[in-house]
Nanobody, 116 residues
Framework: QVQLVESGGGLVQAGGSLRLSCEES????????RDWYRQVPGRQRDLVAR???????TYAESVEGRFTVSRDSAKSTVFLQMNDLKPEDTAVYYC??????????WGQGTPVTVSS
């Protein structure tokens, strides 16, 4: 019933920009957090951006000042604007949501490759 679908990944040059989208379908009840994570094969999945219902966003130090998370509630879509991309940003990016009951929902991931 509940699906999170990421899109917008691709191959870009270092210094370029990319915007990821996470479209939410179905009801996740009351969402308490919406996040973007990224994962490199063989490594842990790391939180890169978090958006709470109040609208406050926080970022991992590695992306602070370069990435911006936002939400269009009318379209049930969360965005991750990525600017000044670096090769170390290469990863599969996942959106995530947690509801008030502690349930976690994940998208399928969208790959981002940044060439040097």
């Amino acid at each position: 019933q509940v699906q999170l679908v990421e899109s917008g990944g691709g191959l870009v040059q270092a210094g370029g920009s990319l915007r990821l989208s996470c479209e939410e379908s179905g009801s996740i009840a009351t969402v308490v957090v919406r996040d973007w994570y990224r994962q490199v094969p063989g490594r842990q999945r790391d939180l890169v951006a978090r958006l709470v219902p109040s609208g406050r966003a926080t970022y991992a130090e590695s992306v602070e000042g370069r990435f911006t998370v936002s939400r269009d509630s009318a379209k049930s879509t969360v965005f991750l604007q990525m600017n000044d991309l670096k090769p170390e940003d290469t990863a599969v990016y996942y959106c995530h949501a947690r509801n008030k009951m502690g349930g976690d929902y994940w998208g399928q991931g969208t790959p981002v490759t940044v060439s040097s």
